[in-house]
C-alpha cells in the first residue's frame, strides 16, 4: 500500500537564528536546569540525558519515571528511533574500509534482488544514494514499522519495493525515507552473511561498550513502555519492535550506550578511521537551504556564531524519542532519550535536545512553543463528532415521526436523491477515516500509536457518520413507502 508519510517535524527545523551567549557559569548546571523546564514543559513522563565534553567532565544523568513508575537510571533501556541510522553508518563504514563495500556501487551488486517499480531506476541506485537519503525510494512505502515475527524480515521487506515508484532519480533530491536504511541492513546481511543485528553488535555496539544496546525483539522486550500524546497527556502503551528496525529506527539502548556511541564520533571513530567520521559528517543531499545532510547525519550551521558547526540526528518511534547532538570544534556533544512521542510533539521534543546543545556550545536556546495546529485539529474533530451525534439522534426523531404519521410523505426524487448524496458523503468520509488518514503513518498501526487522540477522534466521527447514513436511509425508505 502506498501511503503519505508522517515526516519528521525535526527534518525542517530553522537554524537558530543569531543568539546571546549564556553566561559563563557551570554549564552543566545551566543544562540540567533547561532540561528540568522542558522535560516539565513538554509533559515526559522520564528521560535521561550525557553531557560530553572530550576535555572536561562529562556527566550523565536521568529524570522521571518509565513506563512501568520506576525511577529512569543512566542504563535504563529506551528505544532510540532513527538515531538508528547514524550507528547503522557507522557499520558500513566498518565494511567500506575493509573493501567489502563500494558507497558508489550499484546496491543490486550485493542485493541482486533489489527492485522499484521501474528497474532502469533502481539499478542505478548507489549505498551512497541510500544513506544520504537521494535514492529515489519514496517515504511512505509500508515496508518499515512492521511488529511481526518472520522468517526473513529483510528479504521480505526488500521484495515488497518491487511494486514501489521511484519518486526521482537517483542522487537527484533528498527525500527521507526509512526504507533506505532499511535496504542498507538488508545490503549488510547479504555481504556479511550473518544478521544486521549480529553484525552491528560485532562491528560497533560490542566494540564501543555499548552494553545496553537494544538490537532484537528479544532484547526490545524488557523495554519499559513509553508513552503517546492524548489530549495532552501522556498515556502508556506497550513498546513495539520492527525486526528490520536496527537498521532505520528501532535500535535501542541507554543514554550511556548513546554517550559511548557520540564520544565515538568526537574522538575520531573508535570504531572507523578518522577519515570514514568526517565523510560522514560532511553534508552532501540539500534537506533544505540550511541543514544538508551527510551519511547518517544532518549537518548544519545554526551554531556557527558560537565556532563550531552541528551534527546531529535525532529519532521518534512510538513512545520514544532520543537525539544526538554533536559540536565537533569544541569536542562537545549532548545525548538525550525521553520516554514519549507524539507527531504534533516533535518539534518542540527535538527543539529540547538542540536547545540543551546550544547551550553546552555557549549560546542560549531558542524560544519553543507548542504547535497550535494540534489543538485545532482536537477542537474541529470534536465539534463534529458531537455535531454528527446530534444529527443522528435527530435523524432518529425524524424516522418515529414518519413511522406513526398516518398522512401520505410526497417528494420520491427528493427523497432518492437525498439518500444517494448521503451514501456518496458517508463514503467519503469513511475512506478518509479509516483508509487515507491511516495512510498518513508509516502503518495503521502507527496511525493510533502517534496520533492516538486524533485517531479516535476520526475513528468515532467515521462510524457515527456511516451510521447517521444508515438511519438516512432508512428514513428515506419509510418516506418512499409512503408515496
Avoid at 560530553?52 to 532510540?80: K, N, R, Y
Avoid at 543485528?197 to 545496553?212: C, F, K, N, S, T
Avoid at 562537545?332 to 532519550?337: G, N
Amino acid at each position: 500500500m502506498h501511503s503519505i508519510p508522517i515526516l519528521s517535524l525535526a527534518a525542517l527545523l530553522p537554524l537558530a537564528a543569531p543568539l546571546p551567549q549564556a553566561a559563563p557559569d557551570d554549564i552543566h548546571t545551566q543544562i540540567e536546569a533547561y532540561l528540568d523546564e522542558r522535560f516539565e514543559a513538554t509533559g515526559i513522563p522520564g528521560a535521561a540525558y550525557a553531557i560530553i565534553d572530550l576535555e572536561g567532565e562529562t556527566l550523565t544523568a536521568a529524570w522521571g519515571e518509565d513506563g512501568d513508575g520506576e525511577p529512569v537510571a543512566t542504563d535504563t533501556p529506551f528505544l532510540w528511533g532513527s538515531v538508528a541510522k547514524p550507528v547503522t553508518a557507522t557499520a558500513v563504514m566498518t565494511l567500506v574500509e575493509d573493501g567489502l563495500l563500494d558507497l558508489d556501487a550499484p546496491v543490486v551488486e550485493y542485493l541482486p534482488d533489489f527492485r522499484l517499480s521501474d528497474p532502469d531506476t533502481s539499478d542505478r541506485i548507489t549505498l551512497r544514494h541510500l544513506l544520504e537519503q537521494s535514492s529515489g525510494i519514496p517515504e511512505g512505502t509500508d515496508v518499515t514499522d512492521r511488529y511481526d515475527e518472520v522468517e526473513d524480515p529483510y528479504g521480505e521487506a526488500v521484495a515488497d519495493l518491487a511494486g514501489v515508484d521511484p519518486r526521482g532519480e537517483p542522487g537527484e533530491a533528498f527525500e527521507y525515507a526509512s526504507a533506505n536504511y532499511l535496504v542498507v541492513g538488508a545490503v549488510v546481511e547479504a555481504v556479511t552473511g550473518e544478521p544486521f543485528e549480529a553484525y552491528l553488535r560485532e562491528a560497533v555496539l560490542d566494540p564501543l561498550g555499548m552494553d545496553e544496546a537494544v538490537a532484537t525483539t528479544e532484547e526490545a522486550a524488557a523495554v519499559p513502555p513509553g508513552h503517546a500524546v492524548a489530549f495532552g497527556q501522556a498515556v502508556p502503551i506497550e513498546t513495539r519492535f520492527d525486526p528490520t528496525g536496527p537498521s532505520y529506527g528501532y535500535l535501542g539502548g541507554s543514554v550511556e550506550d548513546l554517550a559511548a556511541f557520540a564520544e565515538a564520533m568526537l574522538s575520531g571513530g573508535g570504531v572507523v578511521t578518522p577519515e570514514s567520521v568526517a565523510l560522514m559528517h560532511t553534508g552532501a543531499a540539500e534537506v533544505s537551504d540550511t541543514i544538508d545532510y551527510g551519511l547518517g547525519w544532518r549537518v548544519d550551521e545554526r551554531n556557527a556564531d558560537l565556532g563550531t558547526t552541528t551534527v546531529w540526528h535525532t529519532g521518534g518511534t512510538p513512545g520514544f524519542t532520543a537525539g544526538v547532538i554533536l559540536l565537533p570544534e569544541l569536542g562537545k556533544a549532548v545525548a538525550v532519550v525521553q520516554n514519549q512521542y507524539g507527531y504534533f510533539q516533535d518539534g518542540a521534543l527535538v527543539g529540547t535536545m538542540l536547545g540543551a546543545a546550544r547551550l553546552l556550545a555557549g549560546g542560549e536556546p531558542a524560544e519553543l512553543e507548542s504547535d497550535p495546529l494540534y489543538a485545532t485539529i482536537l477542537a474541529v474533530l470534536s465539534a463534529l463528532v458531537l455535531a454528527a451525534l446530534g444529527f443522528a439522534a435527530w435523524t432518529v426523531t425524524r424516522i418515529v415521526g414518519v413511522r406513526e404519521s398516518s398522512r401520505e410523505v410526497g417528494g420520491r426524487v427528493r427523497t432518492v436523491v437525498a439518500a444517494v448524496l448521503w451514501l456518496v458523503a458517508a463514503g467519503a468520509l469513511a475512506y478518509l477515516v479509516f483508509v487515507f488518514a491511516p495512510g498518513m503513518a508509516p502503518s495503521r498501526e502507527a496511525f493510533f500509536l502517534l496520533l492516538p487522540d486524533v485517531a479516535w477522534l476520526a475513528t468515532a466521527l467515521g462510524g457515527i457518520v456511516i451510521l447517521l447514513a444508515a438511519l438516512r436511509i432508512c428514513y428515506a425508505a419509510l418516506r418512499l413507502r409512503r408515496v
